[in-house]
C-alpha cells in the first residue's frame, strides 16, 4: 500500500488522539493503523499512525505546514514518513559475516524495505558474500593511529551514498562520540549478550565463566556511552553446564541475526520512538 506513517511523542493531555484523527479525517484519511501508549512515569503520549494516501487530499509536500498548528497546540516532537521513500542503509561489519549474510539476504527476499547501496569493512574477509547479492564492498583500515581518518573516510563514504541508517552488523570497532553524535538514533548495533549483562568485550567467555544458564542479544541504538543505547530487540536462549565457550558462540550466533533483523525492520517501518533512553516498538 501507498501510506503515510505519523510517530508523535509529547506531554500527555486529554484530546490528543481526537485532534490528530479529525486532523487526518479533514482531508478524508483511511487509518489503516493506530497505536498508542501512555507513559505514567514520565507523563507521556506516544502514537503512531499509518493511512493511505489513495484518496487522501492534502498533497504530503504540505503536510508538515498543516499539521504544524496541532504539533504546536499539544508540544509535540514528530515526523512522518512515506512508504514511496526507502531508506538508504549501509552495513559496517568486521570479519564475522553471520550477521551480514543475514541482512544482505532479508533484503534481496524483500523482507527489508529499504536500499543497501554499501557495506563497509575494516577487513577483506567479508568481500566475497557482500559482492554475490551484488552489494559495493568498501575496505577502511582501522588501528590505534589511524582512527579519525578511517572515520573520515567512512563518513565520506556515507555522505556520497546519501546513508540514513547505519547497522553494526558485529562491527569490532567502537565508534567515537564525534561520528555517532552525526547519526543520532541512527546507528543500530547487534551486542551478543542480555544487556546490561556482560557489556563490552567478550561476553560469550563472560558468560561461561559466570555459569550463566541463559545467554541473549541485545540490538539497539548507538550513543557515546558503550553499549548504553536505547534498547530495540532481545532474546534469550537456554544454555547448560555441558556448553562450552563455542557452543555458547554457535547459539549466540542464531539469537544475533534475529535480534539484529528485528531491529533493523522495526526502525525502517517507522516503529520505534525513542525516550528517556528506552524505546517504545509498536509492532
Given at each position: 500500500m501507498n501510506t503515510a506513517t505519523l510517530l508523535i511523542s509529547c506531554p500527555d493531555r486529554k484530546g490528543l488522539s481526537a485532534a490528530i484523527a479529525n486532523f487526518l479525517y479533514t482531508y478524508n484519511a483511511?487509518?489503516?493503523?493506530?497505536?498508542?501508549?501512555?507513559?505514567?512515569?514520565?507523563?507521556?503520549?506516544?502514537?503512531?499512525?499509518?493511512?493511505?494516501?489513495?484518496?487522501?487530499?492534502?498533497?504530503?509536500?504540505?503536510?508538515?505546514?498543516?499539521?504544524?498548528?496541532?504539533a504546536d497546540r499539544f508540544n509535540m516532537q514528530w515526523k512522518v514518513a512515506l512508504t514511496t521513500r526507502r531508506p538508504r542503509m549501509a552495513i559496517f561489519v568486521s570479519k564475522y559475516d553471520h550477521c551480514l549474510v543475514d541482512l544482505l539476504h532479508r533484503h534481496q527476499s524483500g523482507e527489508l524495505a529499504c536500499d543497501i547501496p554499501l557495506v563497509i569493512s575494516n577487513h577483506e574477509d567479508c568481500r566475497?558474500?557482500?559482492?554475490?547479492?551484488?552489494?559495493?564492498?568498501?575496505?577502511?583500515?582501522?588501528?590505534?593511529?589511524?582512527?579519525?581518518?578511517?572515520?573520515?573516510?567512512?563518513?565520506?563514504?556515507?555522505?556520497?551514498?546519501?546513508?540514513?541508517?547505519?547497522?553494526?552488523a558485529r562491527y569490532m570497532q567502537v565508534l567515537s562520540h564525534d561520528f555517532t553524535a552525526r547519526y543520532p538514533q541512527r546507528v543500530i548495533n547487534i551486542h551478543h549478550s542480555f544487556l546490561p549483562a556482560f557489556d563490552g568485550a567478550k561476553p560469550y567467555h563472560r558468560a561461561f565463566a559466570r555459569g550463566v544458564k541463559l545467554i541473549g542479544a541485545t540490538s539497539h541504538y548507538v550513543t557515546e556511552i558503550l553499549d548504553d543505547g536505547p534498547i530495540i530487540e532481545q532474546d534469550v536462549i537456554r544454555?547448560?553446564?555441558?556448553?562450552?565457550?563455542?557452543?555458547?558462540?554457535?547459539?549466540?550466533?542464531?539469537?544475533?541475526?534475529?535480534?539484529?533483523?528485528?531491529?533493523?525492520?522495526?526502525?525502517?517501518?517507522?516503529?520505534v520512538l525513542v525516550f528517556a533512553n528506552k524505546t517504545v516498538i509498536f509492532a
Open positions: 483511511n487509518i489503516v493503523h493506530s497505536d498508542q501508549h501512555q507513559d505514567v512515569t514520565d507523563d507521556l503520549f506516544l502514537m503512531r499512525v499509518e493511512w493511505d494516501l489513495t484518496d487522501f487530499t492534502l498533497d504530503m509536500a504540505a503536510f508538515a505546514p498543516a499539521f504544524q498548528p496541532i566475497a558474500i557482500t559482492e554475490f547479492y551484488g552489494v559495493p564492498y568498501h575496505v577502511i583500515p582501522v588501528n590505534k593511529d589511524n582512527k579519525v581518518q578511517a572515520e573520515e573516510a567512512q563518513r565520506q563514504l556515507l555522505q556520497d551514498n546519501g546513508i540514513d541508517l547505519i547497522v553494526l544454555i547448560s553446564h555441558r556448553d562450552d565457550v563455542e557452543e555458547l558462540v554457535r547459539k549466540g550466533r542464531d539469537l544475533e541475526k534475529i535480534v539484529l533483523s528485528r531491529a533493523v525492520k522495526w526502525h525502517l517501518e517507522n516503529r
